[in-house]
């Protein structure tokens, strides 16, 4: 026994002398070589995160597991040569630091020292403030240090650095702040947010740390990378493609199957649909591939290539919509001996494919070779709890994404998002379990920054090789949301199991529709959670607020909130839903910042006709103004006055109106302000009908 144990320590000496030393050059050419994604990494190592989560979310089984005051939670204060440094990462190597986001808020924030050290050195490799390390090029330039959206205010931009950091003994990253006053504290000051992923790798892994001579040297690769990136080179010239085109209508309920032999890999594959309702055929036509006797991929085709169910550009290293139509994917997905791919229309209508193509290679099947897989699933009319709390109350909840078991890479996920209120749908975090952990060795700040941009901004973004916003007209609004991660450097490995979960983290009460696809690729066994969401897929998609929320009002009267907001002249819309006692449904309809003249004009759908009687629920608070009130085009008589020294409800007898049969509008003209502060906030719980 002692001689074989002798013997396998020799083995593994001898293998770690032989490994090539893993650089910034190596790293580099693996973030643009696609087959290496394809195989399970060597050497393996573990991929995880340090950020500034809330530190007092312990455990599920804790009130506080769902705490949201993220910013500014470091590890701990160090000094050095005087100066009160803020860690955020301390890691023993070898390893490399393979993705770095970060965001601000407070004046003058961004502008503080980062330092970053590698293998205990005194002097850091790399300084700057946070914004020229991040965004600024003070490494490189774009894709890999970039910020998004360009659109956005810079400050309100999440700042990403791609550019692979390796050190072969230890990285410490600190941030050097006189603006942030104390380290957690939750108002004043600079906030810092932030997100750093990194890789470990075995003990005796060759790895040559970064530095100024590392990156001189790696000039050109880093040049050629760059280029390859922001050009989307898709790894097919000079490879001996077969193609198969893809023409022809698939009737309602039918489909088509495609049958691939030997052993290949699929490269590219292309769709362009033509529907009636090309909406609901986005959706309700599935694809779906079976590697070598296994399905991996079950997916609706426009969440497969990362437009969800409305065709909105991007132009990612993985996948491309145009404008026309034209939805690509160049995931390299391999298969030993056969591949199945299907593409079912599970729609009550016919489904045209204009355009479509399937490009196979030969593939050099090996033990590292993977299976490719893409799970889908909608949560549809999701209720997302109540008003929150930064301190976790509120009715949050995880939203599973996927479990995969066996042994695989976690390499991206996407989410299409109906939102249905004038409120940010996603502060929650995600939540990443690997081989069995019981704290996620991946833990954020948030939904967007998770997806690399910040503070829920709604400017779209989709020119990065590995992240965008298609469409972010959902994020304050009711409207509709796509956001992409892929992941190149910052893939995850796992050997046994892997647990993706993100908060529904709402920040007030809502039904939407929410749709995550994750993508990955498992050693041949590996299986998916997530079973055909047939039922999801058919669900008609939501186009309108009113798709999802019914304005149609019952004989007893309608919600406020149930109301379509027609129009707005002045001031801001929202519901609200902190003072559950005092609102039916525990919400009502909220305009605030209005001026005189101001008007607000909210419309719903009767089935019947006939004279009721109208009541209004009011509510009435020290801010709140004076406003005349129509229905129907027909002015009820006086001005209500909704000031009130305390927070209160009133019901208002509006009088005997003719409610129409289909639409019928009720509008509120801003007449006065309150007395004590010259404002004229309104609120409005619910109209009943006698």
Known sequence: MRSFVLFALMLFLAVSCTQEPITLETLLLEMTDREE???YPDPDFTLKQFSSYDRATVSPDDSTWFANWDRSMFIRTDTIDGRREFVMMDAEGPGAVVRFWMTFAGENSGKGTMRIYFDHAKEPAIEGTAFEVLSGGLLTGEPLSASVSDSTEYIHRGHNLYLPLPYAKHCLITYESENILDPGAKTGGEAAYYNINYRTYPPRTKVVTFSDDELGRSADILADVQQDLAERVRGLEGLDLEKQSIELTIPAGDGLVMDFNGSKAIRSFSLRLKADNLEQALRTTVVEMIFDGQRTVWC??????????QVRYSNTWYSKVDPGGLMEAFWVMPFEENAIVKIHNLGESDVTVAEGEIAVAPWDWDERSMHFGASWHQYTELYTGEAKTNEGGGGMFDINFVDLTGKGVYVGDAIT???TVYAWWGEGDEKIFVDGEDFPSSIGTGTEDYYGYAWCRPEKFANHPFIAQPDG?????PGYTVNIRYRGLD????SDSIRVD?????????????????????????????????EGAVADVAIERTDIISPVASADGIEAESMVLEELTGGRFEYQNFLP???????????LDGKKGDRMELSFLSEQEGMRRITAGFTTAPDYGKFRVSVNGFQVPGVFNLYSEEISTRTVDLGMYKLRKGENRIRFDLAGYSPDNRRGFMGLDYLAFE
Request: proline share 7%; no cysteine; aromatic share 24%.
């Open 491 to 494: 893939a995850i490995p796992f």
């Open 37 to 39: 994604m394809a195989r």
């Open 502 to 534: 993100m908060e529904m983290w709402h920040w007030t009460r809502a039904i939407i529709n929410y749709a995550p696809v994750t993508f990955w690729y498992v050693l041949p066994g590996g299986e998916s959670n997530i079973a055909p969401d047939t």
């Open 300 to 309: 609706p085709v426009g969440d497969f290539f990362g437009t969800g169910y």
């Open 473 to 477: 007209s959902g994020n304050f609004w």
């Open 417 to 419: 998002v109906f939102n």
């Open 581 to 591: 006692h005092l609102w039916s449904e525990n919400m009502q309809v909220f305009w």
